[in-house]
């Protein structure tokens, strides 16, 4: 069965506090891996799309990474703006079109 | 561009009561889809739409029907409304299948 464990649960940083967040997954032919950012009451935000491994994306103070077997999201100095809930999902090839498996996301906070 | 918009914000319901959600996007977008995403339990898809005029089951499709007469509209529908379809909804679209970008979301509550 296709799955993504995200981990942790929560994380709690100071400003300035680099870290990594981790989205484990088991699929059955990895399309591609996408990263989400979602603030209290709003939609998810796409931050980006991973296809294969060794590759990585750079947005701003965020990395992305990916392996055969999981992905990180660095964060570097953050900022008390980047506490969000940040959300992994993965689309498994030979499955329907688009359709995309969410972790429960990392909830990030950012203290100043 | 406004994007992917949904239409209400907010919804109570009582149960057996039926309502439908609109869900718009102005990006010529092909596939559409709905979620609901309930606490500790993530984004899990209800209804998908590879174009105009189809539409397929997701994981969790049961209670729920939807429809895309309009390539920019995709409906979702309640029959029949149960506490346990409390929820947040959300909608996104995607032009290739695989980005997908999400609207707003609609908070429904069934009492």
């Known amino acids: 069965e296709d799955q993504v464990t995200q981990s942790p649960e929560a994380l709690r940083l100071q400003e300035g506090e680099s870290s990594s967040l981790n989205c484990s997954y088991t699929?059955?032919?990895?399309?591609?891996l996408f990263w989400y950012r979602q603030d209290p009451g709003k939609g998810p935000e796409f931050l980006f799309t991973?296809?294969?491994a060794g590759e990585e994306k750079e947005k701003e103070r965020l990395k992305a990474t990916l392996t055969k077997k999981e992905s990180f999201l660095h964060i570097t100095a953050p900022k008390p703006e980047d506490s969000a809930t940040y959300l992994c999902?993965?689309?498994?090839?030979?499955?329907?079109?688009?359709?995309?498996?969410f972790g429960k996301g990392t909830k990030l906070s950012v203290k100043p | 561009n406004a994007g992917v918009t949904q239409t209400p914000k907010f919804r109570v319901l009582k149960t057996g009561q039926s309502m439908t959600l609109l869900c718009a996007q102005d990006?010529?977008?092909?596939?559409m889809y709905w979620y609901r995403q309930d606490p500790g339990m993530g984004l899990r898809l209800i209804h998908y739409?590879?174009?105009?005029?189809?539409?397929a089951k997701g994981e969790v499709p049961d209670g729920y029907n939807v429809s895309r007469l309009k390539k920019q509209n995709f409906l979702l529908g309640l029959e029949s409304a149960a506490p346990s379809q409390t929820s947040v909804y959300f909608c996104?679209?995607?032009?290739?299948?695989?980005?997908?970008?999400f609207g707003p979301g609609t908070r429904l509550t069934v009492t």
């Open positions: 739409s590879v174009g105009e005029g189809t539409t």
């Open positions: 999902a993965v689309q498994a090839g030979g499955g329907s079109q688009g359709n995309l498996i």
């Open positions: 990006m010529n977008h092909e596939y």
């Open positions: 991973l296809y294969s």
């Open positions: 996104a679209s995607s032009n290739n299948g695989y980005e997908q970008y």
């Open positions: 699929v059955s032919g990895l399309r591609g």
